[in-house]
């Protein structure tokens, strides 16, 4: 695939036969700052098939920008949610454009909605399970990119409440690198005319965000070997940011959130007390996107099983990587 503009699509890659979107209500839900999301709703989808004892669970929240159908994708016999052996659980995380966003919210719309958090995505996570799914335990949380940061929290926010973790890279602790980048990120867009003070009737296409999203989203070998200046000059006319841009800045601002560690002084050392599942961390050393500086160390600090590719893919690598990174996953899963 040349055209640059649609490598966005092999991250947000719908399946052509994702399983029926679902909702769940979990009604007023309280963040971590203390403000409220009114009538909060989570979405999800299943696949595979939930075992007697209930002992295959596998949730599997969304990655930055995604939504639970583009997780569809990786579920799958041989993939790295095996729904064959494991009963998936793709949730979609707060401010997706399916769970409780800015765009659809009626109660909270916009810049009205709340800032969240990638502890507050797991706790309401973890009540849709418990309440809504009356699910008391789950043998694993797996994600990709930002899933792997829900991944990661989850283990420090409900240690016991699954066998083992999988992080795809994702990250525990932001670096200076990725501080710089989302927060760099976040100014293009809001600098973005279109964007309007989040006061637009059309959706931006906010195109200095996806153009820095591109540049560090896989490598400047990969960049080179797999598009033109062609294609790079096309991309500007390419299609919209997949997501709408207030739910963007929500789930920017929450990966910026993303530390594990501050409840412990911002000690992963100390953080790494609480986590009693084992976990599986995979990283990039190539990777632009998520440094995997923090989850090497986590790792270290846990003894837990680390797996570092050396991709000139970049963050790209859990596509380009697939059948490795499945399995990785699918040798650690096993019960």
């Not at 769970?99 to 969240?116: A, D």
């Not at 409900?158 to 989302?182: A, C, H, R, Y």
Request: hydrophobic share 45%.
């Amino acid at each position: 695939m040349k055209r640059i503009a649609l490598f966005l699509l092999l991250f947000f890659s719908v399946a052509l036969h994702a399983q029926d979107q679902q909702l769940a209500r979990i009604g007023d839900f309280k963040l971590e700052s203390g403000e409220v999301i009114h009538d909060c709703v989570l979405g999800y989808r299943t696949f595979g098939k939930l075992d007697a004892e209930k002992s295959n669970v596998v949730v599997f929240p969304t990655y930055f920008g995604g939504r639970s159908a583009d997780l569809a994708s990786f579920i799958g016999p041989g993939k790295m949610a095996d729904s064959s052996v494991y009963y998936v659980i793709a949730v979609d995380a707060l401010a997706d454009g399916v769970s409780s966003s800015p765009s659809n919210s009626k109660l909270q719309p916009g810049m009205q909605f709340p800032h969240v958090t990638i502890g507050d995505m797991v706790n309401a996570e973890h009540k849709l399970l418990v309440d809504a799914l009356h699910l008391a335990h789950v043998h694993a949380v797996a994600g990709i990119s930002m899933g792997g940061f829900q991944a990661l929290q989850w283990a420090v926010s409900w240690p016991n409440f699954m066998d083992k973790i999988v992080s795809v890279e994702g990250s525990p602790q932001l670096t200076s690198w990725d501080v710089l980048l989302w927060r760099s990120e976040l100014r293009a867009l809001e600098n973005d005319p279109a964007w309007n003070n989040g006061q637009y009737t059309t959706e931006p296409k906010l195109q200095a965000f996806v153009g820095f999203f591109l540049v560090v989203f896989t490598t400047p070998e990969y960049m080179v070997k797999n598009s033109t200046i062609a294609d790079v000059e096309q991309s500007f006319a390419g299609p919209h940011w997949p997501l709408d841009a207030n739910d963007t800045i929500r789930q920017i601002e929450a990966l910026l959130s993303q530390n594990i560690a501050a409840p412990f002084g911002g000690s992963l050392a100390q953080a790494a007390t609480v986590i009693h599942a084992p976990v599986l961390a995979i990283v990039n050393r190539q990777d632009h996107l998520v440094n995997p500086t923090t989850s090497i160390e986590l790792m270290k600090l846990l003894k837990g099983k680390l797996v570092q590719l050396d991709s000139d893919c970049g963050h790209r690598a859990f596509a380009c990587e697939e059948s490795q990174i499945a399995r990785a996953i699918a040798d650690f899963l096993k019960r």
